[in-house]
């Protein structure tokens, strides 16, 4: 068994789309990066891959290349999905939290869990999402941006046999 902890952060700003899970969820802001910004889908890939070892999303996806411009974080998922997999590790769980100040996000959660279980090929049950204010402190308490923190449990295929 391997685990793995990722976290992410991105500043909001005007004129972009807020994008969580890969919902583009209604909001008068959105994050601000390289890809789509989609702090939670990032840090999920943070770790997943840090469970295994290899490394960060800025080594394997760096800003500086234009091919990751705007590019669905969903997409780069798949691509750490079939790491992951080609390394003969399969996902027992992934619990994540959300921390925003705003918008509310609960409505958006059932289809964040679908759309990175679909990506992930499991089941939607080892997927948690969780939102979560911190009460006005801090910089996403202040409206400046969102955060995400992912954990992860990978089971070695060679070595544990679980039902996904």
Do not use: W
């Amino acid at each position: 068994m391997r685990v793995g902890l990722g976290y992410d952060v991105h500043k909001l700003g005007y004129n972009t789309p807020l994008i969580l899970g890969g919902v583009n969820i209604p909001f008068n802001k959105g994050l601000i990066g390289h890809s789509d910004a989609d702090v939670l889908v990032h840090a999920i890939m943070d770790a997943l891959l840090g469970a295994l070892s290899l490394g960060d999303i800025g080594k394997h996806f760096p800003p500086s290349d234009m091919k990751y411009k705007n590019i669905s974080s969903l997409k780069l998922l798949n691509y750490v999905s079939n790491l992951i997999k080609s390394k003969g590790y399969s996902i027992g769980n992934i619990d994540s939290t959300i921390i925003a100040e705003e918008p509310k996000l609960f409505p958006y959660i059932p289809d964040m869990r679908l759309n990175i279980a679909k990506i992930l090929k499991v089941n939607t049950s080892i997927i948690s999402v969780k939102a979560t204010t911190e009460e006005g402190l801090g910089f996403t308490g202040k409206k400046e941006g969102i955060a995400a923190q992912s954990i992860c449990l990978l089971y070695n295929n060679l070595k544990h046999s679980i039902d996904l």
